[in-house]
């Protein structure tokens, strides 16, 4: 199992519609979480990060569920120019400061 | 946050050649990491840049295929060396502190 995981999608949304992606990871003792937005041929840019219960910037909150092992990522009121690939990362356990991604999840947010 | 400047921005390479890619940071960061990335798929971890000493690689990649240098703590370098055409890829780094890090632009890497 990989220690991060999510839906690849493609979810395919209109604009103004609400949508949300889950990623789960394997490590328990996992303490701190990313999202990422990696627009095509681009480098990822941090989007948002999850210490505790959750974050919110915005049209974007994202959430942490400790007990079922997932980060969320919500994303209100979609826009053109959110379609992107969303990834999210672990820090993991082993305070060595490396972060683990997940495959991605694709979002295209159509007229 | 930091910002990464990573060179070269793309190459074609002939096989059994070497490259260096560099990234200088515009301060001084804790950490910094390389990542290869395939078209449409995720990042995989290759190694973490330890500053002046050996980087610590993930399963399954090596320090004489991937040899790294980190010298002070705005700077890294990564060398691709004997490449063969399965190196062809997006190379990048990363760097930062543990409140989120950010990402080099990359290098494409094709190898013919």
Known sequence: ?111 | SAVISQKPSRDICQRGTSLTIQCQVDSQVTMMFWYRQQPGQSLTLIATANQGSEATYESGFVIDKFPISRPNLTFSTLTVSNMSPEDSSIYLCSGGEDYGYTFGSGTRLTVV
């Open chain 1, 1 to 111: 199992r990989k220690e991060v995981e999510q839906d690849p999608g493609p979810f395919n949304v209109p604009e103004g519609a609400t949508v949300a992606f889950n990623c789960t990871y394997s490590n328990s003792a996992s303490q701190s979480f990313f999202w990422y937005r990696q627009d095509c041929r681009k480098e990822p840019k941090l989007l948002m990060s999850v210490y505790s219960s959750g974050n919110e910037d915005g049209r974007f909150t994202a959430q942490l569920n400790r007990a079922s092992q997932y980060i969320s990522l919500l994303i209100r009121d979609s826009k053109l120019s959110d379609s992107a690939t969303y990834l999210c990362a672990s820090h993991g356990s082993s305070n060595t400061g490396k972060l683990i991604f997940g495959q991605g999840t694709t979002l295209q947010v159509k007229p």
